[in-house]
């Protein structure tokens, strides 16, 4: 069983930079991808960006790649999504996420956070 709690969000302007953090309890929090899903207004949940356990592969949707880094610390239990030259597109509820393996479906994800808002003013 693994529980994610987001934190980090906010309001930002167009150009500026936000960092999302999200904390995880379980111990086999190591043996899990983690990533950040997103949903803006009257849109469906759009995949934004994932790692495997070992920090070592990386996978970005191509509306963030370039903008978007995600990270991960295992000894701290935590994954970080770093956001620069933000968007108002990228306004969006944003979240935390866990699986078994690396994928882009939203149904291949077990574990969820509540979500965090972030707003990309112009």
């Known amino acids: 069983q693994v529980q994610l709690v987001e934190s980090g969000g906010g309001l930002v302007q167009a150009g500026g930079s936000l960092r999302l953090s999200c904390a995880a309890s379980?111990?086999?929090?190591?043996?899990?991808?983690m990533g950040w899903f997103r949903q803006a207004p009257g849109k469906e949940r759009e995949f934004v960006a994932a790692?495997?356990?070992?920090?070592?592969?990386?996978v970005y949707a191509d509306s963030v790649k370039g903008r978007f880094t995600i990270s991960r610390d295992n000894a701290k239990n935590t994954v970080s999504l770093q956001m620069n030259s933000l968007k108002p597109e990228d306004t969006a509820v944003y979240y935390c996420?866990?699986?078994?393996?690396?994928?882009?479906?939203?149904?291949?994800?077990?574990?969820w956070g509540q979500g965090t808002q972030v707003t990309v003013s112009s």
């Open positions: 379980g111990r086999t929090f190591g043996t899990y991808v």
């Open positions: 790692i495997k356990w070992s920090g070592s592969s990386t």
């Open positions: 996420v866990a699986a078994r393996s690396l994928g882009l479906d939203a149904l291949q994800y077990d574990y």
